[in-house]
């Protein structure tokens, strides 16, 4: 399955007076099994963009077709749609609700005409697909987990819904660095497992460019780049103008080559990276 956005223009509070156009022709297409790493400035538009790509949000104009069904399209059933695509907002563990952790991952499933057993085998895999103790956190409240618990515990309730598209907001906000790493480990688990599409929508630029098949990046409402990420991340001078940092690795590399070194491409290695500096210190 793929994703193709075309023209795709979203306007909040049209026709009042703070109006403000917050996606602008927007076009791009995503194919199955990539990892795209979707970047850009606070309020670049990147939290609208995703809430479009599952229905959440109509678009002024522009179309969005999953696979060979355009969900922007009048007679869409958007509950089919919910179901093929997963979206994980930013601080999902707000949105737990029930009373232990079991109920909360079945209650997407539940919905899906599925049967007890089926529901249950779902919601197994699914909290050990994130990295959680099924028998140990089933019966917990979860409230009774710590913070990184919680998020997996919250993505697993979307997991659970098995989508061709995973959509993860800033999945490691707020998160410490242990926490951050195990969740990215999780992401690129479920990518493997799943082999679906992941959007990663992330601040962070050595996460984007370690992991993505393709980026895009977003700026005002636009779509600014969109390639490998040795392609964008290639484009530094552009990429700083928006505001964004590059990834650690690169700003190592040019400062590599700055001191006479011959660094080849643009995303380091750790390997490359680490060889680099130690041809530094040797100096
Ligand atoms: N519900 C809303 N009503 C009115 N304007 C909104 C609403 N949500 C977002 N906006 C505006 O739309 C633009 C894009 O916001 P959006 O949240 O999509 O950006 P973002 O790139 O996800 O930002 P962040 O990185 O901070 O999450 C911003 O100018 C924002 O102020």
Redesign the pocket.
Known sequence: MSIEVKGLTHI??EGLPDE?L?LEDISFRAEDGQLVGLI?H????????VQHLNGLLKPKKGHIIVGDVDITAENVVMRDIRRKIGLVFQYPEYQLFEETVAKDVAFGPSNLGLTAEEVDERVREAIELVGLDYDKVKNLSPFDLSGGQKRRAAIAGVIAMKPEVLILDEPTAGLNPKAHADILSMVEKIHESEKNIIFLVSHNMDDIARMSDKVLV?DH?KMMMDGTPEEVFSRGDELKKMGLALPASMEIAAQLRENGFAVGGTCLTMEETADGIAEVLKR
């Open positions: 909040y509070s403000s917050a850009g606070t309020g670049s538009g990147k939290s609208t963009l977003m409402g």
